[in-house]
């Protein structure tokens, strides 16, 4: 029972972390593009531990982001909280530090070049709170874009104040720590808002499939996948 309330919780939690300022179409178009894309980068899951996909899935229904506006980026997007013994927070969750996710470690998921970030943007005070500064200019929070040059630029949102340890212009490599998850800008709770896109451009671009190698699935270990809505995945 505990395992499903928790899942349940982080579902109402995150469901609306990200999807609810941008309503828009489909994006047929898109999806008619890149229904078989594969991601040309070596991708791995850029966390530690193991973590439950609040969001994510070719479908609507799994993935929430198919109905943000086309251009945003965020079609293929991923919303995921870290489980610690079953459960997604401690005490009675009532605070960010409540959850195992807020300041938790996150890698680079692929190698590449650090080309722009937000480090100063405050975590909203608790779950299920903005602040109230929240706007277009800041929905994603405190975030770092990564340029895998190849075309694929990686956007990971929603960071910890003033835990970013990367700066414009370092090179990353796979696995290597950038940052801490948090729950700044448009977020409901502490969570990572993760997407690959087509350019460069914040919130302004055509979202890809991005597929990891080398992880786990409820368990079950997987080659190269695209985790889904209720997985819990950790790395291989």
């Known amino acids: 029972?505990?395992?499903?309330?928790?899942?349940?919780?982080?579902?109402?939690?995150?469901?609306?972390?990200?999807?609810?300022?941008?309503?828009?179409?489909?994006?047929?178009q898109d999806e008619d593009i890149y229904l078989n894309y594969q991601t040309k980068t070596d991708l791995e899951l850029p966390f530690e531990g193991e973590w439950y996909v609040s969001v994510?899935?070719?479908?609507?229904?799994?993935?929430q982001h198919?109905?943000?506006t086309r251009g945003t980026g965020q079609?293929?997007?991923?919303?995921?909280?870290?489980?610690?013994?079953?459960?997604?927070?401690?005490?009675n969750g009532g605070e960010n530090e409540d959850t195992y996710t807020f300041g938790a470690r996150l890698n680079a998921p692929?190698?590449?070049?650090?080309?722009?970030?937000?480090?100063?943007?405050?975590?909203?005070?608790?779950?299920?709170?903005?602040?109230?500064?929240?706007?277009?200019?800041?929905?994603?929070?405190?975030?770092i874009m990564i340029d895998h040059l190849n075309g694929e630029y990686s956007f990971l949102a929603h960071l910890k104040k003033g835990s970013i340890i990367v700066v414009v212009g370092d090179m990353v490599a796979k696995g290597q720590e950038i940052g801490q998850a948090g729950n700044s800008g448009n977020s409901s709770g502490p969570h990572l808002h993760y997407h690959l896109q087509n350019s460069p451009n914040y919130l302004d671009a055509i979202g890809l499939p991005a597929q990891f190698t080398n992880y786990l699935k409820n368990d079950d270990p997987i080659d190269r996948g695209e985790p889904v809505q209720g997985q819990l995945v950790r790395k291989n």
Request: aromatic content about 8%; overall charge negative.
């Open 110 to 143: 692929g190698a590449g070049k650090i080309i722009a970030l937000e480090n100063n943007i405050d975590d909203n005070t608790r779950p299920g709170v903005l602040n109230d500064n929240i706007d277009n200019s800041n929905l994603g929070g405190n975030y």
């Open 1 to 28: 029972m505990k395992h499903i309330y928790t899942l349940t919780i982080i579902s109402i939690i995150l469901f609306s972390s990200c999807t609810d300022a941008l309503l828009g179409d489909q994006g047929k």
């Open 75 to 91: 079609r293929y997007a991923y919303d995921m909280g870290k489980i610690v013994d079953d459960s997604y927070y401690s005490g």
């Open 66 to 68: 198919h109905f943000i």
């Open 56 to 63: 994510g899935g070719r479908t609507h229904a799994q993935g």
